[in-house]
Each structure stands twice: as C-alpha cells, then as structure tokens.
C-alpha cells in the first residue's frame, strides 16, 4: 500500500458477462477498508451509487460517502488513468491509495495488462498488483465451452472468484473449480458468497510449485483449447541469456500467451524473483516473497510450441 503518493496499486476486476462484477463492486464500496480508493467502472449506473454520493469532484469523478473516488470511463482506461494522474498533480482531485478497474464483461485483460505495464505515461504512475476474474458457478461449465473471451479472462487472472454458488450444488462447484485449476493452475480460487476482503484484489498470490500431472505434454492440447507447458531449473540462471529467450518467445507467440508466471533466481539477484508476462508483455520483476522451487508457467491459447521448451532447456543445460 501507498501513503497516497504514485506509484499507485492497481487491481483489476474482470469476469464474463453476468457474471457478477458489479454485485461485487457494490459490496466493495460498502467496505471501510476501501476509503481512498479510486474505483474506475463503466457507468454509474450501474453500480447505484446515488445512495453513497455526496460531491461531484470533477466532471467525471466523484467522491463517495466511505471515501472512495468514483471515476467514468469516458473515452479507454489508459486515456483515464492519465486524466487522474494530471488531475492529481493539478489538486483537482484529492489523494488516493490505490486504484480499482471494473472491466467489460466482453474485455479481453490481455490490451489493458500490457498498457499498464508498457505505457511511458503510466508505468511510473502506476503498479499492477494483479487481474481479478468473477467466474458465474451456474453458467461457468457452459462459458467455458463456448466463449474465448472467457477462457482468456480465466488464464489472465490472479485471482478467481465463484459467484452465485448458491444456485448451484456441491458437485457442479468441484467440477468448475478443477476445470479452472487445469485452465490456471496458479490462480488463487475462491467463492465470494461470503465476506469479500478488499486486500485480496491487491495482494500477490503466493509463487508455489504446482503439480506436474496437470500439465499437457508438449504440443499437447488440453482442455477448451488451452494448453499449459511447465519448465523448471535446478540452478540459477544467467539474466542476459534468460531475457533474450524470453524476448524471442514473447516476439514468436505473444499473440497466443495468455499467462506466463514463475519464480527464478539469478546469479545477480539477491533472491528468487516473480516473472510475469501477458500476451507481448512483460511485468517489472519483484522479489518473491518466498524461496523454493524454480520454475515457470507458460499457458497457451492453442499448443504450446515445442521450441519454447527446447530454447529453456538449452539455456539451462549450457550453465
């Protein structure tokens, strides 16, 4: 957390139509805990905020009952969070700690993810701490099967939260849950029928090893279309000769990576650290919060091609 200076934490909430953003949002916003932040959503409207407001800030922004800022997208996110970064360093609008994004529920995370961590004018603004996606326990099975969009809100995420898991029983949940185990296996999975803690949206998930039996061989599709390659290292590995091959596989197959997460150390680190990319984009590395295992995961829209392990390999072979 922030004292209210930049670079301010960033959470993303996505999920799939119906799925529940905004019955999660609204809870949010009740929440005394998410004084000083600033909430960026579609509308108003569709939240029902009328019961929170008590000033206008400026044109778009809005200060609300719990001290939450409430922003409207008008034009994309980027265009936005640059709008507040002036407004901030202008005094137009007060201090915040951190920031919200609500998402469409037909968005793909993948452009705002790489906006967020490439763009000049944000990137020293702003810190993405992690992507949220609401996954609906009723209808889940059926998206998945179907929608692209889905699928790829799914891999993207940090975070995972089942909704409406009342409406469903015990079986059909255990079903989902391995379904989106198999699909991101380093996705934190729970059901926000309780109480939701506004710190879990902002929190890293922890970096743990994972099982290797829930990953396709190479080349190998799996489930929906998806396939997942893990790779690991029994020693510390060279940075240069690591960035170049991530380079190469991020040029080659960036358009078909959903997800790419682990923990490596290095022989200049003074520790393992978390590497992070989505798509073409790669996340500023920060140290783990534990050692152990050293490994990363690599999830593919379609097969994961086999020179992606080969390159690894090779690398790591070569020490």
């Known amino acids: 957390m922030t004292d209210g200076q930049p670079p301010w934490p960033i959470a993303i909430v996505t999920g799939f139509l119906g799925s529940g953003k905004t019955t999660l949002i ?29 000033q206008a800030v400026t044109d778009t922004v809005i200060l609300l009952a719990n001290g939450c800022l409430c922003c409207r997208v008008r034009q994309d996110v980027v265009q936005t969070l640059r709008a507040l970064y002036r407004d901030w360093l202008a ?22 993810v790489a906006s967020l961590c490439g763009h000049p004018l944000l990137s020293d603004a702003f810190a993405l701490r992690g992507v949220t996606t609401l996954v609906d326990a009723e209808h889940g099975l059926d998206q998945l099967a179907r929608g692209v969009t889905c699928r790829n809100q799914i891999c993207a995420a940090d975070h995972l939260f089942l909704s409406k898991c009342d409406l469903v029983g015990a079986a059909q949940i255990v079903v989902l849950r391995d379904q989106l ?13 309780g109480v939701i803690q506004p710190g879990w949206l902002f929190q890293h998930v922890v970096v743990r090893p994972v099982p290797s039996s829930l990953f396709c061989a190479e080349g190998e599709d799996h489930l929906a279309g998806i396939a997942t390659l893990l790779l690991r290292s ?25 997800r790419l997460k682990g923990r490596l150390t290095f022989d200049a680190s003074a520790g ?16 783990a919060p534990h050692a152990g295992e050293n490994f990363l995961v690599l999830i593919f829209d379609g097969p994961a091609p086999p020179d992606v392990a080969a390159g690894f390999n090779a690398m790591t072979m070569a020490l």
């Open 26 to 54: 609204t809870r949010l916003l009740h929440d005394p805990d998410m004084r000083d932040t600033m909430v960026i959503v579609n509308e108003f409207g569709d939240i029902g905020l009328d019961h929170h407001l008590i």
């Open 91 to 112: 005094g137009a609008i007060p201090g915040f700690r951190r920031v919200l994004i609500e998402t469409t529920g037909l968005a793909e995370p993948g452009p705002l």
């Open 181 to 193: 185990h198999r699909l991101n296996p380093l996705a934190e999975i729970r059901q926000t029928d």
């Open 234 to 258: 029994d020693t510390s590995l060279v940075w240069t000769s690591f960035r170049l091959w991530l380079s190469d596989v991020l040029d080659k197959y960036g358009s078909r990576l959903l």
């Open 272 to 287: 393992p650290v978390i590497i992070q990319a989505v798509h073409h984009s790669f996340y500023p590395v920060e140290p």
